[in-house]
Structure formats: C-alpha cells, structure tokens
T-cell receptor, first 113, second 114 residues
C-alpha cells in the first residue's frame, strides 16, 4: 500500500526562523511529488518535483526531492506569520486506470511574531 | 493556475437530506476529482469524475452515497446522499491538466450535518 509520511506533524517557530518540513514515501509507480499550503479551506499548489536533486524555488520557499532515499524536504527561510498553515505533501502514482494523488497527514506550522 | 469554483461554499443540513455540490473549472482542466477532508485530517480521494460516464470510486466510497456527474469537460457535481453527522467535512473539487501533473483545488464546501 502506498504510504506518505510527513514530519513533524506540528511545528511552532518565531518569525525569522528557518524551517524544514519532511516528506518520506513508499509508493510503487512513482510519478511526481507535490507540495501544497492549506490555510483555511483549499490547498494552494506550491511545487511539483519529478527529478532528484533539482531544487525548486519560489521566494523564501524551496523544495528538493531524493528519489533514492525516498523523501522530499520543503524549506522556508525567514518565516513570517503569514506562513502559518498546514503544509501537505502528495505523491502522484501511476495506476492502470490513470494516476492519483496520495496525501500525507500534513505539517501544521505556526509562526509566532 | 487553473480556475476552479465551487458552490455552495458552506451549508448546514439536516440528517437524512442530500446536498449537491457544484464545481466549475476552466477549459484547460481535463481531469476532475472530488476529495473529502474530515476535521483535523488530510485529504481523501472520493472519486475521479469521468466525462460522460460513471465516476471511478475509491475504496470505501460508493455511488449510492456519493453520486457524481460530469456532463461535460468543465462541470461536475457531487451529491452527498442521506447525510449523517459523520458526513460533516470539507468537500473539495480538484482539477488537473492532462499534459501536466500539477493539480489544483477549488475553494471547498464546508458541510455541517446536524
């Protein structure tokens, strides 16, 4: 059975800190790994990773994938209170009927002023 | 990013009734999905909405409880039938493009069943 494990489940930091969120997985037929930020209702897409070792970057956020060790990390530098959210990792796996996303439990990040 | 809208944004319903949630996507979306997110939990895929044919349901979800329609490429509905308090959840429509595996989410429908 496909498995996506995120850690830590929750994290409290102060503004300006740097955080690293982890996502490890055990899936067959890996296709891609996606990161989302969920604040109130809908997850907002952040990154999609398909290749090992290639960092994706957007402002203070960056992410990288290690397909050998089966994990990805999401880094947030100089955190702000607006970064407070649940960060979701999802794996896209191929199936005979197409492909699907399997989500991890998420990491609840709280950034205090 | 794809534009995805849902309605209603929230509703409070009585036990035993049914609610139909609508999802409209822009023309660049080819794949449509319905997810549920129960309080404090992550997202669970309910089904893939197939255009012009029956949806493909995930284990634990059945058509009688969650009938889904997708009459054309850009519109889908999810009905939560014969609701119970356990159906209280956020229901999310999601769309992706066939040539890209990026997947986007609608704003969600927050459902409370009394």
């Amino acid at each position: 059975e496909d498995k996506v494990v995120q850690s830590p489940l929750s994290l409290v930091v102060h503004e300006g800190d740097t955080v690293t969120l982890n996502c490890s997985y055990e899936v067959t037929n890996f296709r891609s790994l996606l990161w989302y930020k969920q604040e109130k209702k809908a997850p907002t897409f952040l990154f999609m990773l398909t290749s090992s070792g290639i960092e994706k970057k957007s402002g203070r956020l960056s992410s990288i994938l290690d397909k050998k060790e089966l994990f990805s990390i999401l880094n947030i530098t100089a955190t702000q209170t607006g970064d407070s959210a649940v960060y979701l990792c999802a794996l896209r796996v191929l199936e005979t009927s197409g492909s699907r996303l399997t989500f991890g439990e998420g990491t609840q990040l709280t950034v205090n002023p | 990013s794809a534009v995805i809208s849902q309605k209603p944004s929230r509703d409070i319903c009585q036990r035993g009734t049914s609610l139909t949630i609508q999802c409209q996507v822009d023309s660049q979306v080819t794949m449509m999905f319905w997810y549920r997110q129960q309080p404090g939990q992550s997202l669970t895929l309910i089904a893939t909405a197939n255009q012009g044919s029956e949806a493909t349901y995930e284990s634990g979800f059945v058509i009688d409880k969650f009938p889904i329609s997708r009459p054309n490429l850009t519109f889908s509905t999810l009905t939560v039938s014969n609701m119970s308090p356990e159906d209280s959840s956020i229901y999310l429509c999601s769309g992706g493009r066939g040539s890209s595996e990026t997947q986007y989410f609608g704003p969600g429908t927050r459902l409370l069943v009394l």
